[in-house]
């Protein structure tokens, strides 16, 4: 069936360093949507990108939707404590309006 | 605003017992879904609801799990009888319409003994 790949599954940063995580879906998406987790918390939705080739920042993070709507990446800037947790990528697919979910990328700061 | 309110928060029991999970989504929201969390699995859709109508139920492990929807704002998942390898949390979310954002309730950690 379709699905959304999500890679790494793990990133260790020293704080300030930056991070990046992909996701690759094996057929167009309706739209793709990114979530965080914190430590023992739940999903919290971030942002939602719709168009070919958009690209939305918030603070330090920027996202991007790829121009074939397959792809898409998460960058963080110069990581800070706050931003630890996992970052789930959901594509919507338009036959049922269901989201995939990506295996998620840990985002882990050195101490 | 009254975020999705699942109860109880945590959940420990033996094996064998029946074990029922709650939620409540956001006043308005059409669509509810229920997930499981575990770290060798992941986060799981078990199953969907649009307007209190199952619409995608093929993420439900085993005959052992039924969910129901009897009214906009109330929705059960039932595990009977339940597992150790039931034990995992459960998310309920809810969203306005299926393809929009997904706002999650704090979830239920469950330990089956």
């Known amino acids: 069936g379709q699905q959304v790949m999500q890679i790494p599954q793990y990133q260790h940063v020293q704080e300030g360093e930056d991070f990046t995580t992909y996701c690759n879906s094996s057929?167009?998406?309706?739209?793709i949507q990114w979530y965080k987790q914190r430590p023992g918390g739940h999903p919290v939705f971030l942002i939602q990108l719709v168009k070919s080739g958009e690209v939305k920042k918030q603070k330090r993070l920027t996202f991007q939707f790829g121009e074939a709507k397959k792809n898409s990446s998460l960058h963080i800037t110069a990581t800070q404590t706050t931003d630890v947790g996992t970052y789930f990528c959901?594509?919507?697919?338009?036959?049922?309006?269901?989201?995939?979910w990506g295996a998620g990328t840990k985002l882990i700061i050195k101490p | 605003d009254a975020g999705v309110i699942q109860s109880p928060r945590h959940e420990v029991t033996e094996m064998g017992q029946e074990v029922t999970l709650r939620c409540k989504p956001i006043s308005g929201h059409n669509s509810l879904f229920w997930y499981r969390q575990t770290m060798m699995r992941g986060l799981e859709l078990l199953i969907y609801?649009?307007?209190?109508?199952?619409?995608?139920d093929s993420g439900m492990p085993e005959d052992r799990f039924s969910a129901k929807m009897p009214n906009a704002s109330f929705s059960t998942l039932k595990i009977q009888p339940s597992e150790p390898r039931d034990s995992a949390v459960y998310f309920c979310a809810s969203s306005f319409l299926g393809d929009q954002p997904q706002h999650f309730g704090d979830g239920t950690r469950l330990s089956i003994l």
């Open positions: 959901a594509g919507l697919r338009d036959s049922n309006y269901q989201l995939i």
């Open positions: 609801f649009n307007n209190n109508v199952p619409i995608d």
């Open positions: 057929t167009t998406l309706s739209n």
